[in-house]
């Protein structure tokens, strides 16, 4: 049962909402924009702040959804269990069949999935990323730090155990922005609200 609720909860992962309320929208193939990426950062590049908060509301959903749902069908269900299901989900959203295994970066997904499975760790690494925006407007470094520090916190907050899955969900994350880390070394990553690639 468990691993064809992984299955399950990869296929959710994988609906790529940025792309259809982009294309709904009127404003084509979010892919074609920017830096190609489905995520809420460059749907923001559309000019469209509210398709932007859509986007990463419905990508964060899609991670909570997923353990909401595995709750209810293994209810005492550990934290290491309910993270190993986001990170299908997250695995979905990153590497979609859909779309030839071409998806998004998994920030909102991956956050969806802490508030669900480690709701204080969760909380966490939000404020992380709201701080690190504030004081940087670099999406991408927010994104990053929060990932690394959330193993961290999730070892706090749930012990060791679950800190494993919540190492691997970091991992997949931070590999996500390889070339964003490129970017910011070379001092040539753009703030929240430029239109150009990041």
């Not at 934290?79 to 030839?100: D, E, N, Q, R, T």
Request: proline fraction near 3%; charge should be positive.
């Amino acid at each position: 049962m468990f691993y064809i609720f992984l299955a399950i909860a990869y296929l959710v992962g994988s609906i790529p909402f940025g792309l259809v309320i982009t294309r709904l929208a009127g404003h084509g193939d979010i892919r074609a924009i920017g830096s190609g990426n489905i995520g809420a950062t460059n749907v923001l590049r559309t000019g469209d702040k509210r398709l932007a908060l859509a986007t990463l509301a419905l990508d964060s959903v899609k991670g909570a959804s997923v353990i909401a749902a595995y709750v209810i069908v293994q209810p005492g269900a550990t934290a290491f269990a309910l993270l190993l299901v986001g990170l299908a989900a997250l695995i979905g959203h990153c590497f979609p069949v859909w779309l030839k295994f071409k998806g998004g970066k998994g920030v909102a997904t991956g956050l969806g999935v802490l508030l669900m499975a480690a709701p204080l760790a969760g909380l966490g690494v939000g404020l992380i990323w709201i701080v690190v925006v504030a004081v940087t407007r670099l999406s991408s470094l927010a994104a990053m730090s929060a990932a690394a520090l959330c193993p961290l916190l999730v070892a706090y907050f749930y012990g060791i155990d679950a800190a494993y899955g919540a190492l691997a969900i970091a991992f997949l994350v931070l590999a996500r922005h390889q070339a964003n880390i490129t970017r910011l070394l070379a001092g040539q990553e753009p703030k929240i609200g430029q239109k150009q690639e990041s």
